[in-house]
């Protein structure tokens, strides 16, 4: 289950928003959420009524979600300068208003925030919204002369009141009625109809007749409804059911198998990258505590996240290029590029794109995720730097990165101002790195309880106090029949379960191999297996060229020399010594153009990504093949040096075999010519 679905009267934006929303003529009113957003699951219940509520308001008022979390909503969310969930943004006219939001906003305060903000933008009225300004005493005079409608309908009221809007709204998709309001400061209609209580409505007919609207309650829904079953009153043509947006497909990933006593790297590591390069990658540009604060948190990520050798160097370097950075602003389209990876160099430095959730995957969307995998990586940190820094000196390291980091970054503003209350309540007290570690524990309990129960907690993973005693019976204990904690035996247990021996890479993105040779050995993801493909090419290319400028040179094997024939698979793979002359070629020239594009390639990156150490010699290498055969390659045929012998030596057989008939013919006219003739008749 999402958040919003198609069956809900609003609508589901996604890529291709932008046009959506700026192209149209309506107001609309939208909320950008983060699925994984504890606050917005609260909120989209309200935001849903509100929906419904507002769903006759079509088209002059449209309500939109937009689900931030999605990457694929990324630059539309950046565009409208999001950065924290959930954020309503209302536009009348061509401009953009935060509206006015308050967790406990009921869904009578935002559809009056909605009217509020549709007022101030009087110039550029949407063209279906009828008006809402009050009626003056010369309108409603002459309203039938200037209109075809059957009926008038006037509400009374104060100045503060919204009914008559909300009522002039409820009714834009009904004809033969108009409706107005009028203030309770307009004496001279007030006089004429004799009002005495506000709101109150009144009916105006053609003919000049009027009466007071027969209502139980003076409120919106009895007036709407009662000018809804006017005789002549009919639904216009507009279609209410127009709401599928361009929500992204949202295919639900498969269950993964996790077991709860692992830490998963594929967590940490998907973690990282929404942290990065999504969350850290709102703001349009960084600068002041916001810079400091990431560059802090890439600094103790460098320090103590024992990730996979290309983690480790994609974080490195992002620290060292950080560094270099002394501009007091950090336009975040540079900072994107500088958070690349990169892929082609010797050492690859790699933080995987793809966010993959195993022990923090939730039963559906919009539960775990991102918080969860945030929790982890901040508890391995706090544990590891126990583990591996001096416990007296700065004690506080990583909890003072974690608090920077939810204040700056952490898009859920409500679950970053509660937490920021923990740290500013207690978190100066801490004395050691141990205690740090215990800190981070108890307030994550602490958050555990006050949400256990609660509409973010997924039911197939309670909020419990944890470690739960199944997986740490010795952290429990019972003191005069009440339950406590035993605290050393939690931080044994947080040691060892925090610990790189305790992180699993199940369903990670498998680890580039380096283009030098090093690196880990684990298997290839798909671009590494291009470069693979690619060595190995290199490798039997450079074998076939040694073979053929020096055969049988001395203390080599017997040269291999390439048949001509077409390829054949099945020859191949029974290790048969056969080249097809065309693939090889191919091939060969193939290889060296993809080398040269690589080694172009990391030209260009260099100025702009991470710089990292590369490989000269490679470069060299690949500078070489090209240099070595510049004139093979005239008009990017792409012959090899097997065609132009073949082609020179076709070129001499023919030619002699040219001269042999030229000799054979002109000797044998010359023995005719010596012959004696026969006489003619
Ligand atoms: C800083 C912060 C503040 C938040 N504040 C709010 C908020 O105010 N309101 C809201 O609705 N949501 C808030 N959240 C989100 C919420 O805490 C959960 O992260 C989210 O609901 C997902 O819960 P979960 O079941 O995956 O487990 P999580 O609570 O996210 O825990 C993740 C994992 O950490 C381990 N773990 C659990 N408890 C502990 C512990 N005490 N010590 C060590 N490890 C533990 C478990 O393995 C668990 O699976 C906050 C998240 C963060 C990071």
Redesign the pocket.
């Given at each position: 289950r999402e958040l919003y679905t198609a069956a809900d009267p609003l609508e589901l934006l996604g890529t291709g928003a932008e046009g959506r929303l700026l192209g149209s003529p309506s107001a609309w009113a939208v909320e950008f959420f983060a699925s994984w957003c504890?606050?917005c699951v609260h909120f989209a219940p309200t935001w849903r009524a509100l929906a419904h509520d507002l769903r006759e308001w079509r088209p002059a008022v449209v309500l939109a979600a937009i689900d931030c979390a999605d990457e694929a909503n990324q630059q539309v969310c950046n565009d409208f300068g999001i950065t924290g969930f959930p954020t309503l943004k209302v536009r009348a006219c061509m401009c953009w208003a935060r509206a006015w939001f308050h967790p406990s906003a009921t869904v009578e305060d935002l559809r009056h925030a909605i009217i509020t903000n549709l007022e101030q933008s009087q110039d550029a009225w949407p063209p279906s919204c009828p008006p809402l300004e009050p009626a003056s005493t010369e309108e409603v005079r002459s309203f039938f002369q200037r209109n075809k409608d059957q009926y008038l309908a006037l509400i009374f009221e104060k100045s503060d009141s919204f009914v008559g809007r909300e009522v002039a709204l409820d009714m834009l998709q009904y004809e033969n009625v108009a409706v107005r309001r009028v203030l309770s400061s307009e004496e001279e209609l007030v006089e004429k109809f004799g009002v005495t209580t506000f709101p109150s409505g009144y009916l105006l007919l053609r003919n000049g007749s009027f009466s007071r609207l027969p209502v139980h309650v003076e409120a919106r829904s009895f007036y709407t409804y009662y000018l809804r079953t006017l005789s002549g009153v009919t639904r216009g043509s507009y279609k209410l059911n127009t709401t599928a947006g361009a929500a992204n497909e949202t295919n639900t990933p498969q269950p993964k198998r996790a077991d709860?006593s692992k830490v998963y790297m594929a967590d940490l590591e998907s973690a990282l990258h929404y942290s990065l390069r999504v969350e850290a990658a709102r703001a349009a540009a960084l600068s002041g505590a916001q810079l400091d604060a990431f560059k802090c948190y890439v600094a103790t990520l460098v320090k103590y996240f024992p990730g996979r050798s290309c983690v480790q160097t994609y974080l490195q370097s992002l620290d060292t290029w950080l560094r270099n950075w002394t501009e007091p602003e950090l336009p975040r389209s540079i900072l994107k590029e500088a958070m690349k990876n990169n892929r082609d160099a010797s050492h690859p430095a790699v933080l995987p794109t793809n966010v993959t959730w195993v022990?923090?995957q939730g039963s559906e969307p919009h539960f775990?995720g991102y918080?969860?995998g945030?929790?982890?990586v901040f508890?391995l940190l706090t544990v590891q730097a126990a583990q591996n820094g001096p416990d007296k000196e700065l004690p506080l390291e990583v909890l003072n990165t974690m608090r920077c980091y939810?204040r700056h970054f952490?898009g859920?503003q409500?679950?970053a101002q509660?937490?920021e209350a923990m740290a500013d309540e207690s978190m100066d007290r801490v004395a050691s790195r141990e205690e740090a570690v215990l800190w981070l524990?108890s307030h994550?309990?602490e958050?555990?309880a006050r949400?256990a129960g609660g509409d973010?907690e997924?039911p197939n993973?309670p909020?419990l106090q944890?470690p739960p005693p199944d997986m740490c019976p010795q952290c429990h204990k019972e003191e005069w029949g009440v339950h406590a904690w035993d605290e050393q035996a939690v931080f044994t247990f947080l040691k060892a379960h925090f610990s790189p021996t305790n992180i699993y890479l199940d369903y990670t993105e498998a680890e580039p191999i380096p283009m030098a040779g090093e690196g880990t050995g684990t298997r290839l993801g798909t671009e590494s297996l291009r470069e693979e493909r690619e060595k190995e090419e290199k490798e039997k290319e450079k074998e076939t060229e040694e073979e053929m400028r020096a055969p049988g040179r001395p203390g080599s094997p017997e040269p291999r020399r390439p048949s001509i024939v077409r390829l054949n698979p099945r020859l191949r793979e029974a290790g048969e010594d056969i080249v097809d002359l065309d693939s090889f070629s191919e091939q060969h020239f193939k290889s060296q153009a993809l080398r040269a594009a690589a080694s172009r390639r990391r030209r260009l990156s260099k100025r702009d990504t991470i710089a990292l150490p590369r490989d000269a010699g490679e470069e060299e290498e690949a500078g070489e093949g090209v240099r070595r055969t510049p004139w093979l390659r005239v008009l990017g045929l792409g012959f090899s040096r097997l065609d132009i012998s073949l082609c020179v030596a076709l070129y001499f057989l023919s030619s002699m075999c040219l001269l042999g008939m030229y000799t054979f013919f002109r000797l044998r006219t010359r023995a005719r010519k010596g012959r004696p003739g026969f006489p003619v008749a």
């Open positions: 504890g606050h709860r022990g923090c775990r918080p969860c945030l929790w982890t508890h939810v952490f859920c409500e679950c509660h937490f524990w994550h309990n958050v555990n949400l973010t997924d993973f909020k944890w």
